[in-house]
């Protein structure tokens, strides 16, 4: 079961005027341009959940001297941009990342990251997961990282800490113990299924600000109105974070049905074409 205290803290960033996104999923069963770091995707795979819906993915390391050796994976593409949040410039900064993941080696997970700035500096966060070891066929857990410049370090390059951050190129997750750019040469594998990403926003910037949920608690029927009529996707998510249901229309008021969902706490993922929203609610 995922940890309720995480999808809380999401709750409450949100309500913050932070406009929480959700990024890698791998359910169209694609990697979603995560690869080793050098650029490859052999030994990495996107593999079905136990329960038949779900997905994730999976790079299996051999040990070796190379990038299939390395228990690291890379995004260049979807993380890019500024992570400052200190730079006045920066209103649209990325603040947070929680990860998904699952230990089925016989090691624990030191799992940092590292992010590669325009001018070159590479940066690795300071405190890696400290988690006990998740045997084979353990709990899924989540793993926050606050993209705060206090929490990074330079390993390579002349660039500051705050220059590097507004300008991001490339994304890294490592699994080292030891402050490094690189991930240990282990036999192993790294297992991910969703990675969040929140973007700070101000109030007045946020397009999704406005967007109402009622009645909370809700019965029968969930409304979600927004301001302007509007095309979403809207899909709910109980709190082991499975999703329950789904569903996508053009309307400034949607209508959810809850009548096959059981009583009990949810969250309504709300996407639009102007950002992404999480919002809890109760139905009974």
């Known amino acids: 079961m995922r940890t309720i205290l995480s999808l809380c803290t999401l709750i409450f960033y949100c309500q913050l005027g932070m406009a929480q996104s959700f990024n890698s ?16 995707t052999t030994t990495m795979s996107v593999e079905d959940g136990d329960d038949g819906v779900s997905k994730h993915l999976k790079k299996v390391s051999d040990g070796s001297n190379g ?3 390395e228990l690291a994976i890379k995004n260049v593409i979807d993380y890019n941009g500024n992570y400052d949040c200190d ?15 699952k230990n089925e080696n016989s090691f624990d997970i030191n799992l940092r990251m590292g992010v590669v700035g325009a001018n070159g500096t590479k940066l690795v966060s300071n405190v890696a997961n400290q988690s006990l070891n998740y045997p084979e066929g353990s709990q899924w857990f989540f793993y926050d990282i606050a993209l705060d410049p206090s929490q990074f370090t330079v390993v390579e390059g002349s660039g500051t800490i705050s220059e590097t951050l507004q300008d991001v190129v490339e994304m890294r997750l490592i699994q080292n113990e030891e402050l490094s750019f690189e991930g240990v040469y282990a036999s192993g594998n790294m297992i991910i299924d969703n990675i969040f990403y929140i973007f700070l926003l101000s109030s007045n910037d946020n397009p999704l600000t406005n967007v109402s949920l009622y009645p909370n608690p809700a019965t029968h029927t969930l ?18 974070g499975k999703r329950v249901q789904a569903q996508t229309g053009t309307t400034n008021i949607a209508a959810v049905d809850l009548s096959r969902l059981s009583n009990g706490i949810y969250f309504a993922k709300i996407s639009t074409n102007g950002g992404t929203t ?5 139905k009974k």
Do not use: R
Not at 31 to 38: E, G, I, M, P, S
Not at 87 to 101: F, H, K, R
């Open 278 to 282: 999480l919002k809890k609610f109760l």
């Open 67 to 69: 990038a299939t050796g």
């Open 223 to 240: 409304h979600i109105k927004f301001p302007t009529i509007t095309a979403s996707d809207i899909e709910i998510y109980d709190l082991s």
């Open 25 to 40: 999923d791998f359910q169209d069963g694609t990697l979603q341009n995560w690869t080793n770091t050098d650029g490859t």
């Open 87 to 101: 730079d006045p410039s920066g209103i649209n900064c990325l603040g947070w990342v929680e990860i998904y993941l």
